[in-house]
């Protein structure tokens, strides 16, 4: 139950935060605050805290050929083994000859250190189809790579409205959804922001169809100050099914349908850091996670604001790893993002405690799996400080091409810069006149 709140964003978020805690300790599902696309039958997750972009790259990459949306907010990730018969399996439990049992998230541990060692043992889980099946430990490969499969949680997706700026084939149903926050605006506003919406208006009307019918007949300055309502406050938001947006073919229909996920990217927006994109080691990944931050400084754990924990407890812990890390390390070198302290430091301090709360093993444990399985990297979405880029549509058409380009060829090794990105994308920067 809540109390005073009327905000939808955070009543579904609470929600959602508190069933992934039961799935986590009762299944091993990984809840994370993420959207996911597929390309090329690969699924891309976008890992990141508010106001980097999260929505912005999940729905650009959706412009590129053989991708399909996912998801847009929030994604269950299932870890699963191979059976000697061939099938998939997410392990839920084990059950141990004593009659005792391992469950949740402490599975995945437990079969890396000891199945190997108790061939009597047996493991429930679930399939791909969600069946719920039995094996005996002997009866996975452990030896075969693990895989992650990544389902939906909703059909419809709450989103920011000003996804039109970049997704302007949105408009039209996102005008004819539920929203919330989405306000009036002066006559100034619209005037001050006319060019963009003039462009977003030439972006309807050339994409045809029911998208151009509904706004034919209408004066440029009505489409405007339509247009400006969605992009006037960060925070307006809209229920948006997006199965009227794309065609079916591009989007997955079915909420039990997984994609396989093969890369992680997470986002931040850090205009001080020229680096842009770079392969995590997993102390860089779980650093990142560990003490992520927005765009404006605040801490987000695991980039997720609406985890159910107690949150004085965990920050006390991770003060303490901070604290811990500055004393052993007092002249590390700076980690992109973490301020004086090295990603390893952190990591080295994280991983020698005992006393983690219970929350924070949980998450990070599965974390630890997601980067076994996937192939991780961290993009900063500043490309706007590119001296040659001459807008934000550019800046996001770039960072769209450099996401699509991890994707295709997951790098073993990677570090862009402002002044190396385009040398990736082999487009040398243009020459200052």
Known sequence: MFFNTAYYGQLKSWVLGAVGRVLAEEYGIHSVHGACVEKDAHGILYIAPTGTGKSTSSYGLVGFPHTRFHSDDWVYIRYTFRARDGRRLHPVAVALPDGSQVQGYQVFGWLESQARTQPAATVTGLDLENHEITVPVNGLDLNAPVEAYAFTSEKIFYLRTNLVENFPLSAMQMLRSKMENVPDVAPEYVIRRAAMLDDLIEAIRTEGGAVTEYFAGRSQEEIRQMLARLIAFDNARAMLDIGKVLPADRIFTNPMEPTRLSTVVL??????????????????????????????????????????????????????????????????????????????????????????????????????????????????????????????????????????????????????????????????????A
């Not at 303490?320 to 302290?341: F, K, M, N």
């Not at 960072?399 to 082999?426: Q, W």
């Open 267 to 432: 986002l931040r927006r850090d205009p001080s850091d020229p680096v842009v994109a770079q392969r995590l080691t997993v102390a860089q990944f779980v650093a990142a996670l560990l003490i992520g931050e927005t765009p404006d400084k605040k801490r987000e754990v695991a980039y997720n604001a609406y985890r159910a924990v107690d949150d004085d407890v965990e920050k006390a812990f991770i003060a303490a790893v901070e604290d811990e890390a500055r004393r052993r390390s007092a002249a590390a070198p700076a980690c992109a993002g973490h301020g004086q302290l090295s990603a390893d430091a952190l990591y080295g301090a994280f991983e020698r405690r005992s006393d983690a709360p219970e929350t924070l093993r949980e998450e990070f444990e599965l974390f630890r799996q997601m980067f076994r399985v996937c192939n991780c990297f961290a993009l900063n979405t500043i490309l706007m400080a590119d001296p040659h880029v001459k807008d934000r549509k550019e800046a996001v058409a770039l960072t769209m091409e450099v996401i699509a380009r991890l994707a295709d060829e997951r790098p073993s090794a990677l570090h862009l810069t402002l002044d190396s990105y385009r040398n990736f994308l082999g487009a040398p920067a243009p020459r200052s």
